[in-house]
Each structure stands twice: as C-alpha cells, then as structure tokens.
C-alpha cells in the first residue's frame, strides 16, 4: 500500500460469491453503496471469495474543497 494511503477490509466466512460475480451489475443497495463510495473516493476495491469473502478498499485521504481535516 502506498504512503498517505488508507486500507479498509471486511470479511466473513460465509459461502462467498457466485462464479462470474460483478459487483458492478449486483442488485444489492449496499453493494451499489460501496462501489460508489470507492469511486468518489478515487478508491480501488479487491474482492475475493472462497471461504467467504473479503472485500479490501484502498483509498486516500477525501478533503472536499474548502475544509480542514483536524
């Protein structure tokens, strides 16, 4: 992972995903949610699946023009 960098991952130890799964033609509202968080973000998501799955977002810092982070 680069520096200035953030990594989120969440996994569970369900049954995983389908074969051929796209997250981008899913259904679900969360996972629409998600695919749209990482791309305002500027963000790249990893997903895997076996023995449940993991879905692992890297990302930057977000600053929206004219805020301060403290």
């Known amino acids: 992972m680069r520096e200035g ?3 989120l991952e969440v996994c569970d130890d369900g049954i995983g995903l389908p074969d051929g799964f796209d997250i981008r033609k899913a259904d679900s509202l969360g996972l629409k949610l998600v ?4 791309e ?3 963000g790249e998501m990893e997903i ?3 023995d449940g ?3 692992t977002l890297d990302f930057a810092e977000y600053r929206e023009a ?3 982070m403290v």
């Open 40 to 42: 305002q973000l500027g």
């Open 53 to 55: 799955t993991c879905y």
């Open 5 to 7: 960098r953030y990594r």
């Open 66 to 68: 004219g805020t301060e």
């Open 35 to 38: 695919t749209i968080l990482v």
């Open 48 to 50: 895997r699946s076996g």
